[in-house]
């Protein structure tokens, strides 16, 4: 059985940073793909970063690259998303999730946290 566990969320003003952390428990996590995903109040669930098994390759939504930073750590289990510059657009619950492979497709991760919520407000 493998669990999820996202933290850091929280409310923070236009412009500040954010770190989030997400601590998989089970599994083999060096075999997974580690995503992050987000859902703003009223709208779909969307792709926003994902980082391969190694932590060699990443890729964003063009939505927040440049801004955001994806990393993992193998060793402590873990997958971070440092939240740089936030906006007010920004402002939704992330959720970070487990797969095969480096899909931005939501349905190809098997396993998910329970989400943590961001606000970014002035």
């Known amino acids: 059985q493998v669990l999820l566990v996202e933290s850091g969320g929280g409310l923070v003003q236009p412009g500040a940073s954010l770190r989030l952390s997400c601590t998989v428990s089970?599994?083999?996590?060096?075999?997974?793909?580690m995503a992050w995903f987000r859902q703003a109040s009223g709208k779909e669930r969307e792709f926003v970063a994902v980082?391969?098994?190694?932590?060699?390759?990443?890729n964003y939504a063009d939505s927040v690259k440049g801004r955001f930073t994806v990393s993992r750590d193998n060793a402590k289990r873990t997958s971070d998303l440092l939240m740089n510059s936030l906006k007010p657009e920004d402002t939704a619950v992330y959720y970070c999730?487990?797969?095969?492979?480096?899909?931005?497709?939501?349905?190809?991760?098997?396993?998910w946290g329970q989400g943590t919520q961001v606000t970014v407000s002035s």
């Open positions: 999730a487990a797969g095969i492979g480096r899909s931005r497709d939501e349905d190809d991760y098997d396993y």
């Open positions: 089970g599994g083999t996590f060096n075999r997974y793909a």
């Open positions: 980082i391969n098994l190694s932590g060699l390759i990443t």
